[in-house]
């Protein structure tokens, strides 16, 4: 029962943890989905050394050496994590002196954070799987139960990953929930010291359980005694693909929707939840179903890849995808499972693997792949080693046969013969097949497949062991198929990409009536056009166009300013996220414009030595630009320096269509408002989204500060202007009723209101 106990809790703690330690961060690296991945890398590496010190203890003869090495180790854990409030932190939460000046590399300061604010209590607690299975199994005679403390363990994680969005981030803070967090490590320290000791006390020498435990025969519990080089090189593999896939997928989800514990939670919770199945109900694994499943759903994640769905159609496709793909290289992996005496060596290999995927995707990927082409990539390679496992067992379908694999082949076959027809033929250019492409691929697809399957059910071709194979090679074309569509796709009119720890941006080129247009493209959202044709370089355009909102509010200021009253330095904007510099097209001289900007890559784009947009360079304005995230900048400018005193200030840094929640919290605009000059200064908020409805959230800021808003909504006309919603908020009513606004179709803010403080936020009260 203590076993249970300690291994459940030690596994609540370890991924609780980690949404906590991440949630505090991510304000601190501008919200960026690398956030996450790259504490995942970290937790992997970390796991892998907690893995390794288990391995490595329970190989010590002498048991008592084995309980004070690990007692010193928890004792070691509670006092760094107890330590942290001397330094002015609450438990878990890095303390602020580690905060980004904004010069910093990202990630090595974000690894610096992580083991300074959690590093020896997780690894403490990511030793508890493994080594206490290892005592376990000197005192119980059978191995299957050992296995099921894994079990218990996954569940015990994905209890933690499902508590927090839905529990512990709702009721409690960020000091709370450290502080909590903290009180139940020092229960599951208690417990652990008292289960090594019981482990010492009672067990007989190493050497003699070892023996002990090579009497269990492979029979018993259904794996192999040992295991060889092509065992242990499979066991890296499929841990490997599974890891990489988790992160693939939260990687896709995040950059396209909002980086927020729920959409870290979900692939991870997925993740493990095959794990648990796989490990505590081995018999629930097929392989034919799980390769059917893992096949279709393969083929069906290919929308995704090349159209714009719904939040809800994308949650609910990368999660199918990803429970049946992570279903069948756990699946293989737990049918390659070893016998005791190689037991923390199994896991060890997993958490090498994982710990690979990790650092693949974090940092490899990055540096590889100028986009987003790891996920594709993974289906392609995840196939490949399904393919390799299946060719070496002797058992597997491709060599025994199997008709039902051999009816998805030809349902898949006309699947993908239907949907190239329909996406990459001209017939796809007609109206009406366009629009009901989707309808004629499933009609068609299930018609064709019907009849082949019924005339060849029974035949003996249905039965060979070559339809497997071809199954196999055919998803390997197709996934092969849709990564080079997606490099194609990101490579068209591209002029410069560049991929760093805060996304992909990429300049394109793309000819117009009047001329060329380049455009900033980040994932598939436009951040910025530029008309290159003499006479239209400095013309306004996407989301800041004339008849924008923030259009309508420069004009505005203009009317009304008078550069007598303050002084000589005329209009003063500022701006969270530069985009291309757009704004800059509208101040003339004597104004001036300060952008805030958290990447380089795109600082280098506008104004580097050789820029590829010239609004910045082309205005007679005073620029000047300031590199970090834009909250913690302004916060230490108002700290420091006072307020900047901005007659506009603009809030346009989204990533994408995913939202860097700090950016918009009460605590985030009572930093913007602490930094306008007067009660006739705009706060304009770019709240044009794809996904989320975000005026709620603008409403209730307004309303929390006593500042009027309206809304102005403008259609687009692509790639020149694009449809945009701006709300502009102030103090003074007549800048409101303005008749500019009124004009432009302004309407004031009314309804629904939803809070988002920097403690709580909801993300599914915003979902369109």
Not at 268 to 293: E, K, N, Q, V
Not at 326 to 341: I, T
Not at 483 to 489: A, F, G, H, T
Request: a neutral charge.
């Amino acid at each position: 029962m203590m076993f249970a106990f300690v291994v459940f809790l030690s596994a609540f703690l370890l991924f609780q943890v980690q949404l906590i330690v991440a949630k505090h961060l991510l304000p601190w690296f501008g919200g960026t989905p690398a956030v996450w991945t790259t504490s995942q890398m970290f937790f992997q590496l970390l796991l892998l050394g907690g893995y390794t010190y288990a391995h490595l203890l329970t190989n010590i003869r002498d048991s008592w050496r084995q309980f004070q090495i690990h007692l010193a180790v928890l004792v070691a854990a509670s006092v760094a994590l107890f330590a942290l409030p001397v330094w002015g932190a609450d438990p878990l939460l890095a303390p602020s002196w580690l905060k980004p000046e904004g010069t910093e590399n990202p990630v090595s300061l974000l690894l610096l954070s992580l083991m300074v604010s959690v590093g020896l209590p997780f690894f403490a607690v990511s030793t508890t799987g493994p080594l206490l299975q290892q005592w376990h199994s000197r005192q119980s005679a059978s191995l299957s139960r050992t296995y099921r403390l894994y079990a218990l363990s996954n569940a015990g994680s994905f209890l933690g990953l499902l508590s927090y969005p839905f529990g512990v981030e709702r009721v409690f803070d960020l000091p709370q929930q450290g502080w909590l967090w903290a009180a139940l490590f020092a229960v599951f320290s208690i417990g652990c010291g008292v289960v090594a000791w019981r482990a010492a006390y009672s067990g007989a020498p190493v050497e003699e359980v070892q023996r002990g435990l090579g009497e269990v025969t492979p029979a018993a519990d259904g794996a192999e005694s040992q295991a060889g080089a092509y065992r242990v090189g499979s066991w890296l593999l499929l841990s490997f693909m599974s890891s990489v896939m988790f992160l693939a997928t939260t990687n896709q989800l995040s950059q396209d929707v909002a980086a927020v514990p729920f959409l870290w939670a979900l692939p991870l919770a997925i993740y493990l939840l095959t794990f648990i199945i796989c490990f505590d109900r081995p018999d629930w694994y097929s392989r034919r179903w799980g390769m059917i499943a893992a096949a279709v759903s393969s083929i069906a994640i290919l929308p995704s890849m090349t159209r714009e769905l719904g939040v809800p159609l994308q949650v609910c496709g990368y999660g199918a995808f990803l429970f049946s793909v992570c279903m069948l290289y756990h699946g293989e992996l737990v049918r390659l499972r070893p016998g005791p005496r190689q037991l923390t060596l199994f896991y060890l290999i997993i958490a090498f693997g994982g710990a690979l995927g990790g650092t693949f995707v974090s940092i490899a990927a990055p540096l590889w792949f100028p986009d987003l082409w790891e996920f594709p990539a993974a289906i392609v390679v995840g196939w490949m080693v399904i393919g390799l496992a299946w060719w070496a067992d002797r058992i597997s379908p491709f060599h025994t046969g199997d008709r039902w694999l051999f009816s998805s082949l030809v349902t898949i076959g006309s699947w993908l013969s239907i949907w190239y027809l329909v996406e990459r033929t001209r017939f796809g250019r007609v109206d009406w097949i366009a629009e009901h492409g989707w309808t004629l691929t499933f009609v068609g697809s299930a018609a064709i497949a019907t009849c082949v399957c019924a005339a060849v059910w029974r035949s003996r071709l249905a039965r060979s062991s070559l339809w497997p194979q071809l199954l196999v090679l055919l998803l390997l074309l197709s996934s092969g198929f849709s990564l080079l569509q997606r490099v194609e796709k990101t490579r068209d009119g591209l002029i410069f990409a560049a991929r760093n720890f805060y996304g992909v941006i990429r300049v394109a080129s793309e000819e117009v009536p009047g001329g060329e247009v380049r455009l900033l493209l980040h994932g598939t959202t436009t951040h910025g056009a530029q008309v290159n044709a003499p006479g239209l370089r400095l013309r306004p355009t996407t989301y800041y166009s004339p008849s924008s909102g923030v259009g309508v509010a420069v004009r505005m200021l203009t009317k009304t300013h008078h550069q007598g009253s303050d002084g000589p330095e005329g209009i003063h904007i500022g701006l969270v996220g530069m985009g291309i510099g757009t704004m800059s097209a509208y101040a003339r001289a004597g104004d001036r414009v300060r952008y805030y900007e958290i990447n380089p890559e795109v600082i280098d784009v506008v104004q580097g030595p050789r820029p590829y947009f010239t609004f910045v360079k082309d205005s007679a304005a005073d620029v000047t630009t300031v590199l970090g995230d834009a909250r913690l900048s302004l916060e230490r400018e108002l700290a420091e320096t006072g307020s900047q005193r901005f007659d506009l200030l603009v809030m346009d840094a989204f990533s994408g269509d995913s939202v860097p929640m700090h950016l918009i919290t009460e605590e985030a605009f009572r930093v913007y408002i602490a930094h306008l000059k007067r009660d006739e200064s705009i706060l304009a908020v770019n709240v044009s989204n794809r996904y989320l409805d975000l005026e709620p959230v603008v409403t209730a800021n307004a309303q929390a500060f006593g500042f009027y808003a309206v809304r102005v909504d403008t259609k687009g006309d692509p790639p020149i202007v694009m449809a945009s919603s701006w709300i502009l908020l102030t103090r003074n009513l007549q800048v409101v009723t303005d008749s500019a606004i009124l004009s432009a179709g302004g309407r004031p803010l009314g309804g629904r209101v939803v809070r988002f403080t920097d403690k709580y936020s909801n993300l599914f009260r915003v979902l369109k």
